[in-house]
């Protein structure tokens, strides 16, 4: 008897696949000028990857309730971490390199 | 009196009649497994707000400069970038076998498995050495020595296939001997606002990549010494939490590669060939 039983090979070859096929779209797609939509796609599918990744390779899918939560804690932190630092940066006006300083101050910008 | 209570505790521990698999502060080896686990996501979590700091300096900057941002992605090779997503996913699968052999209790797979997955983390490794040898030739290293014009000049030679150095820089010590920039090639950067911003790219990119080496290289010495113990059997499918955590690790590193090909290598490949 073992702790957690073995998942089948298999799943991990399909999400080996299944990661690949993710990663040869995300390099056609960002061929293509997608425009605006460029980013939003290449973040949707690494998004896709990693959630394959997080819920097959790192078991999540058969973890605690706990673990679960942890996982959601660092993502809500992460998105804490990001969401107030580009509100702060998208509505003050910083001066980001010295070059920047120094056309604001010249009146060149 | 204190000997014979510290012999009691000894014979209590060795009632649970698991050696090492069960240590006496938990109630059963699925609490402890549950408890190691949690605990390594505990550190997981510190890691993704460790890389989300360096991420989210690329979202500020690419936003601010985002024209230069593409063209210094474009300065990048998104074929070895896949190539090497490929790679680390497949060390990913064999890590995941890894730690599935642990659960069955078969040593000498483990040991296999966790093999493969450093041949696999050091083909990547190779890989991005060769990348950085070929930045060294572009003069993209985010130093003193940076040039942007160089750069722009000497990739879009070697997009149209002529003027591709065959031997390039080779690394003396701790750097790459690259030839040395003309002093026209530094003039005109020094008149170029962008190339500072080019050069914020590369910070960012060699700081994440490296970041990323250094984990994969970390991650390189946990699995030989979990190979050691695995070889003398010491995991066995009540205990194999160590096992589990190192591929946790590693397919995190397998995560933010996830994250990072395509922020850095593929940002500016719609603009093709020579920009």
């Known amino acids: 008897m073992s702790l957690h039983p073995p998942a089948k090979a298999w799943t991990y070859w399909a999400n080996f696949l299944a990661l690949c096929v993710l990663t040869v779209v995300t390099w056609l797609t960002a061929r293509m000028d997608l425009g605006a939509l460029s980013t939003p796609v290449a973040l949707g599918i690494a998004v896709i990857k990693a959630a394959l990744v997080v819920l097959f390779f790192m078991h999540v899918w058969e973890s605690t309730p706990l673990t679960k939560l942890v996982i959601g804690m660092s993502l809500f932190m992460l998105t804490v971490l990001l969401t107030f630092l580009f509100t702060d940066y998208a509505t003050r006006n910083y001066d980001v390199l010295p070059s920047d300083h120094a056309a604001a101050v010249s009146g060149k910008h | ?275």
């Open chain 2, 1 to 275: 009196m204190q000997v014979t209570e510290k012999k009691h505790a000894q014979e209590a521990h060795d009632d649970h009649g698991h050696g090492h698999e069960l240590a006496h502060h938990f109630v059963s080896v699925e609490q402890q497994h549950d408890a190691g686990n949690l605990g390594m996501w505990m550190f997981l979590t510190t890691e993704v707000l460790f890389f989300g700091g360096l991420f989210a300096a690329y979202t500020i900057y690419r936003y601010k400069f985002e024209k230069v941002f593409e063209q210094a992605s474009n300065i990048l090779d998104p074929m070895l970038g896949a190539i090497n997503t490929i790679v680390l996913i497949f060390s990913s699968v064999t890590m995941a076998f890894a730690v599935r052999s642990a659960q069955q209790g078969k040593s000498k797979a483990i040991v296999a498995w966790l093999g493969a997955t450093i041949v696999f983390g050091a083909l990547f490794l190779g890989i991005k050495y060769g990348e950085w040898k070929h930045d060294a030739h572009l003069h993209v290293f985010p130093t003193s020595d940076f040039n942007w014009t160089w750069a722009r000049e000497k990739h879009a030679e070697g997009e149209h296939g002529h003027g591709h150095d065959s031997h390039g820089p080779e690394l003396k010590g701790f750097v790459f001997n690259s030839p040395v920039v003309p002093a026209n090639y530094i003039e005109s950067d020094s008149r170029n606002p962008e190339a500072k911003q080019a050069k914020l790219f590369f910070f960012l990119y060699f700081s994440m990549t490296s970041l990323h080496a250094l984990h994969m290289i970390i991650g390189f010495g946990v699995m030989a010494v979990i190979m050691v113990y695995a070889w003398y059997g010491y995991y066995t499918p009540h205990y194999y939490v160590p096992v589990e955590s190192v591929g946790l690790y590693w397919h995190f590193v397998d995560l933010v590669w996830i994250f990072l090909f395509p922020l850095l290598y593929l940002l500016g490949a719609h603009l093709g060939a020579g920009h």
